[in-house]
């Protein structure tokens, strides 16, 4: 299949699936900067009372890691692509501008990024206004629980593009195998 004669066909396959990837993520990237906006205008004096401000702090924190969810799986799909593209010989230039690209990608979410200090900081100074130190204490908790998964996630997207340079070179010889096949059912294998 790499060097075969379908192998163009399956690189465009790849190629088709990374722009909608591609699409993906930028979309993805726009919720996460609406959601964070959205935190950014919610104000304590707007609330009856604190219980729904908090209520709506909670409700913003579940959006953001529910985005940020789905933009690290959108990330490992990239990563995924990126080891089918890595095994077909040649572009090289492609291979390592698109290593890169994914790398600054989940680089930028994890929690020493420049996004997640900023949200750190938005977080805190939302929550000033909540009286309760067990409300407070329970929000920044939640924070912690997404920079801790987001944190997890990453290191996935990271192992998976640093282990397939030794996965493609183990598998860079030929493998020939006979099959033996009576009534259409393989009754026997041979490796050469």
């Known amino acids: 299949m790499l060097s075969g004669e379908l192998s163009d066909e399956v690189v465009h396959v790849i190629e088709m699936h990374e722009t909608k990837l591609l699409e993906v993520q930028d979309h993805l990237a726009i919720d996460i900067r609406?959601?964070?906006?959205?935190?950014?205008?919610?104000?304590?004096?707007?609330?009856?009372?604190q219980g729904k401000y908090i209520k709506a702090l909670y409700e913003q924190q579940s959006a953001l890691d529910k985005l940020y969810r789905e933009m690290l799986l959108c990330l490992r799909a990239r990563a995924c692509g990126w080891q089918l593209f890595s095994a077909?010989?040649?572009?090289e230039q492609c291979k390592w501008d698109r290593l890169q690209d994914i790398r600054a990608s989940v680089l930028a979410l994890l929690p020493q990024g420049e996004a997640a200090i900023a949200l750190d900081q938005l977080l805190r100074e939302k929550i000033k206004a909540v009286t309760s130190a067990n409300e407070r204490s329970k929000i920044l908790r939640n924070e912690n629980a997404v920079l801790d998964r987001i944190s997890a996630q990453s290191a996935i997207v990271f192992d998976g593009l640093?282990?397939?340079?030794?996965?493609?070179?183990?598998?860079?010889?030929?493998?020939?195998?006979?099959?033996?096949?009576e009534d259409g059912v393989i009754v026997a294998t041979r490796m050469r």
């Open 34 to 49: 609406s959601q964070t906006e959205a935190l950014k205008i919610l104000k304590d004096e707007e609330w009856v009372r």
């Open 88 to 91: 077909f010989p040649d572009r």
């Open 162 to 181: 640093q282990t397939i340079g030794t996965d493609i070179s183990t598998h860079d010889a030929p493998l020939s195998i006979d099959l033996k096949i």
